[in-house]
């Protein structure tokens, strides 16, 4: 089956702590995003990558940081530096405007 | 600068009603427009988009979106809810490099 994965579907922290989450996808699509997802507020662009080795800041990238070393993965790092890190986050691929989301992963930080 | 707005938070309609959920975007250029559904707690998943043409765009679930220019909308309606259309749907328009969602309208259904 083609799609994307995110694991883990939940995940705790300890403030200070750095913490990855993981997006994989196998459906050859050149450009992935991660959004943030807060009651209220819509999807908010954190990163996105057009293309392997590049990627570009979004709208909320403060406290973030993305890698893009490989095609299938474009995995998130919450810093410490982030201010309030507990949301829902999704990620996707896209390929002609269209957007494919992974089932998201639920960060808890405490 | 580019942007979407769902008008209505929340909408509540009764099982067999019918439905429609507003949408307004801001684009200087045609608009690629899109309309997005999410159960609680999963991903989100295409309904229906349009990039030209027709102006009534068909989709996933019996749902159907319009497009007009003149108001710069881009409706989505149903002729009758399920109690399994219970969800949240995002509107969002392509803005050049990346896509741009409305902040969300969610859908509760009555028996």
């Not at chain 2, 580019?2 to 209505?8: I, M, N």
Request: glycine share 8%; hydrophobic share 30%.
């Amino acid at each position: 089956d083609g799609g994307i994965t995110q694991s883990p579907k939940y995940l705790f922290r300890k403030e200070g702590q750095n913490v990855t989450l993981s997006c994989e996808q196998n459906l050859n699509h050149d450009a992935m995003y991660w959004y943030r997802q807060d009651p209220g507020q819509g999807l908010r662009l954190i990163y996105y990558s057009q293309i392997v080795n590049d990627f570009q800041k979004g709208d909320i990238a403060e406290g973030y940081s993305v890698s893009r070393e490989k095609k299938e993965s474009f995995p998130l790092t919450v810093t410490s530096a982030q201010k309030n890190p507990t949301a829902f986050y999704l990620c996707a691929s896209e390929q002609d405007y269209e957007q494919y989301f992974g089932p998201g992963t639920r960060l808890t930080v405490t | 600068a580019q942007s979407v707005t769902q008008p209505d938070i929340h909408i509540t309609v009764s099982e067999g009603a019918s439905l429609e959920l507003r949408c307004n975007y801001s684009y200087g250029a045609t608009p690629y427009l899109f309309w997005y559904v999410q159960s609680p707690g999963q991903g989100l998943q295409l309904l229906l988009k349009y990039f030209s043409g027709d102006t009534l765009v068909q989709g996933i679930k019996g749902f159907e979106a319009e497009f007009k220019r003149s108001q710069s909308s881009f409706n989505l309606r149903k002729p009758s809810v399920h109690w399994s259309d219970a969800a949240e749907y995002f509107c969002a328009v392509d803005g050049d490099d990346k896509i741009i969602f409305g902040k969300g309208t969610r859908l509760h259904i009555l028996p």
